[in-house]
């Protein structure tokens, strides 16, 4: 199993450029998130999806948006890129968001976009 | 609403050390709690978790107790090695709403020198 990749490793834009950070599982999990990464911060928690053909705003969303393209894909796009959304971008998943909230959530590796 | 914090770092250890890393958190209701590591360049990895109070986490060495009358689940190494050098997150997961969503502390860069 890969777990949680992430596409692509690396990218830098220009104000106003637009792209698409992708992200799969291969874990069958039913819930997928987008975060993002800032010093100082912790994880912000961007958009999420509780289940295929759901999506819901997270903390920190203007700016961004997001398809749940099956269950295996949570992609995230930036329409119109900022320097503020210069960050390290994770997705991240889990099998089951039940009630007793005690389910592990599995990172992928990062997207690093740096916004000139 | 929810919220975490963690003390502030970089923590500087020689090697053998023992380590606390500080973590309360505001919450409505019974929350999970847990403890993430980042390596250099990499994502972020469970270390332990604790779902309901008084309950111990530990993997790895480390341990960690949900203590409900403090709100607080500091993390705990007897002796640190030079391998443990990370960033370390504490983390939140509401019971409300069965969302999965965590809320993060701002983590905290442990640095160990041989």
């Known amino acids: 199993n890969a777990g949680v990749t992430q596409t692509p490793k690396f990218q830098v834009l220009k104000t106003g450029q637009s792209m698409t950070l992708q992200c799969a599982q291969d874990m069958n999990h039913n819930s997928m998130y987008w975060y993002r990464q800032d010093p100082g911060m912790g994880l912000r928690l961007i958009y999420y999806s509780a289940s295929e053909g759901t999506t819901d705003k997270g903390e920190v969303p203007n700016g961004y948006n997001v398809s749940r393209l099956n269950k295996r894909e949570f992609s995230l796009r930036l329409e119109s890129a900022a320097p503020s959304q210069t960050s390290v971008y994770f997705c991240?998943?889990?099998?089951?968001?039940?009630?007793?909230?005690?389910?592990?959530?599995?990172f992928g590796p990062g997207t690093r976009l740096t916004v000139t | 609403g929810d919220s975490v914090t963690q003390m502030e770092g970089p923590v500087t250890l020689s090697e053998e050390a023992f380590l606390t890393i500080n973590c309360t958190y505001t919450?409505?209701?019974?929350?999970?709690l847990f403890w993430y590591v980042q390596y250099p360049g990499e994502g972020l990895q469970l270390l332990l978790k604790a779902t309901k109070a008084d309950d111990k986490g530990s993997n790895k060495g480390f341990e960690a107790t949900y203590r409900k009358e403090t709100t607080s689940f500091h993390l705990e190494k007897g002796s640190v090695q030079v391998s443990d050098s990370a960033v370390y997150f504490c983390a939140l997961s509401s019971n409300s709403g069965n969302t999965g969503k965590l809320i993060f502390g701002q983590g905290t860069t442990l640095q160990v020198k041989p």
């Open positions: 991240a998943s889990i099998s089951v968001a039940g009630p007793s909230g005690g389910y592990e959530q599995y």
């Open positions: 919450a409505t209701g019974y929350p999970s």
